[in-house]
């Protein structure tokens, strides 16, 4: 096909992490497998675009933050957060790692149950509980992390109906020095609310508090806002056991950790900008070894992002290319920021499936929407790529399937592989009948 020859000026700023260290212009980053299964075998089988796990990765990287933490305190346990990841087959895997399951709503809630967790092993959060699936989560033994005054009211009338006294956490925010402070969820410590809520609740006497909370943001990359947290968290717990003689037997920190992605906005690498497991458990538990008064509390953990967000793969294949007006290349891929929701934070890793034939040049990849936002990737340097040439997008592990929708393309398969190398389809692709199941014709 003939394309009208252009001259391109160059950035030779725009070069891929290997790019600094080789001629730009050459430097090709391909990824031809993943965990030993060749990328274009993978396609050939279960068709593209396709999310693929690693169950080696979230094992690994699940082992490094349990050991970070556990090596450092005596009690410790991770609540896996369903919003993050919530397919049957990746919860299993957490759960049949140790990990409990942290919901933040009675749907993800059903879903834990339904995949065999009591509700003693579920974290019941968030600030839309409505009052069934409240009472019910009470009635199951679930841990409620309570969210606003509304909360208290609709427990305490639940704690009447049962006849029970209910085991009731609270969740905190406050201020740990990094901007924006998360102030909508919970009751604030440092205007003393958190405090107040808790003296209501002894007052009530039809609760009682065994645990505090926060989850003071996402992408953290300050290891020292944990330690802040910890410390108020810490700080309330010595008050409302001297005042109240509470005995609280957790401190849940919640998740927020950062994984390897890179932000759009930050120029350093991810492994110079994102703290490690030690520095974030160093910071967590040197705050509670500092601050605590009495005895040690359990520490639970809700991390998401960082456990997984690693795991994870798109894989897409190049459509069509054309040349935009500024000189720029577009590629045309079949996958779409309908699947990709963190593409408007995250610059990622995109990496070719083999070496390709001719110098790189300023390229934009799109996807398959008729939709101008449809953007995966703005400047990145690739060699000519023919149609059905393969990309792989990484890491898109953390809330990119949970948050993918169905708009103008149906979502793609997803396959998991095993530690043994073995691929699993864990996600059927939707179909027409899958997307008009629900809807009702007019007469
Ligand atoms: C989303 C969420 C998490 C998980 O956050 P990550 O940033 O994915 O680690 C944990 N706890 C609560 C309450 C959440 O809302």
Known sequence: MYQKPSIIKIDYTNTQKSGAFGNPLKTQKVRSEIDGVLVEELIKQ??????????????????????????????????????TNYLDAICQIYHDLGSKAE????????KARRLGMPGKDIIFNGPYKPKEALKKAVQEGAKIHIDHWYEINDLESIADELGIEIPVAIRCNMNTGIYPQWSRFGFNIDNGEAY?????????KKLYITGLHA?????????????EETKKLIQLKNRISADFGY???????????????????????????????????????????????????KLFLE???????????????????????????SYIVDAGVNLLYTAFWYNFDIALDKRYEGLNEPSQI??????????IAENIMLPPLPRGSILSIWPVGAYNVTQSMQFIQYRPRVVLIDKEGST????????????????IPLK
């Not at 279960?46 to 693929?52: A, E, T």
């Not at 107040?196 to 009530?204: C, F, L, Q, V």
């Not at 989850?215 to 330690?227: K, W």
């Not at 699993?424 to 809807?439: N, S, W």
């Open 46 to 83: 279960y068709g593209s675009p396709l999310f693929v796990f690693s169950q080696n990765s979230i094992e690994e990287k699940y082992q490094e933050f349990k050991q970070a933490f556990t090596s450092r305190y005596p009690e410790v346990e991770f609540w896996w957060s369903y919003k």
């Open 103 to 110: 919901v933040v709503s009675a749907f993800e809630y059903d």
């Open 196 to 204: 107040d809520a808790i003296e209501r609740i002894y007052e009530g």
């Open 215 to 227: 989850h003071i943001g996402t992408f953290m990359l300050s290891a020292h806002a944990y330690a």
């Open 247 to 297: 005995e609280v037997e957790y401190i849940d920190i919640g998740g927020g950790f950062a994984s390897k992605n890179r932000l759009k906005g930050i120029y350093q690498p991810p492994e110079v900008v994102v703290p490690s497991p030690d520095e974030y458990a160093e910071a967590v538990t040197g705050a509670i070894f500092e601050y605590n008064e009495g005895n040690l509390p």
């Open 303 to 329: 991390t998401g992002r960082a456990l997984i967000d690693e795991a994870g793969y798109l894989l897409t294949s190049v459509f069509a290319s054309k040349r935009l007006l500024d000189g720029k290349k």
């Open 366 to 375: 799109n996807g398959p929407l008729c939709m101008n936002i449809d953007t």
């Open 424 to 439: 699993h389809l864990i996600r059927e692709a939707d179909d027409l009948e899958y997307v008009r199941e629900k809807e």
